[in-house]
Nanobody
Framework: EIQLMESGGGLVQPGGSLTLSCVAS????????MEWVRQPPGKEIEWVSR????????YYADFAKGRFTISRDNGKNVLYLQMNRLSTEDTAVYYC?????????RGQGTQVTVSS
């Protein structure tokens, strides 16, 4: 059974930083690209970032470029998202996600609230 467990969310002031983690199990983590997506309150889920299998290639939504950094540790089966210069617009539930040919699995998410 695929399991993705996010952590690291919380309340942070505008301009602050957070690092999210996602521990993966139940599949061969090192064989899949991994993603972060988020769902702001009252809005649809939006894609945030993707990382290649070995971590050499990373991709970001425009709002994340220059502020967020995705990384992975294949030895520990952990995906990370470092977020800097957070704004109130970054308030959302953040999910890590893995996609197969005909399936997508997402964790339970971790809440990030940016507020003064």
């Amino acid at each position: 059974e695929i399991q993705l467990m996010e952590s690291g969310g919380g309340l942070v002031q505008p301009g602050g930083s957070l690092t999210l983690s996602c521990v993966a199990s139940g599949f061969t983590f090192s064989s899949y690209e991994m993603e972060w997506v988020r769902q702001p309150p009252g809005k649809e889920i939006e894609w945030v970032s993707r990382i290649s299998i070995q971590g050499r290639r990373t991709y970001y939504a425009d709002f994340a470029k220059g502020r967020f950094t995705i990384s992975r540790d294949n030895g520990k089966n952990v995906l990370y998202l470092q977020m800097n210069r957070l704004s109130t617009e970054d308030t959302a539930v953040y999910y890590c996600q893995v996609r197969g040919i005909q399936w997508t699995h997402r964790g339970q998410g971790t809440q990030v609230t940016v507020s003064s």
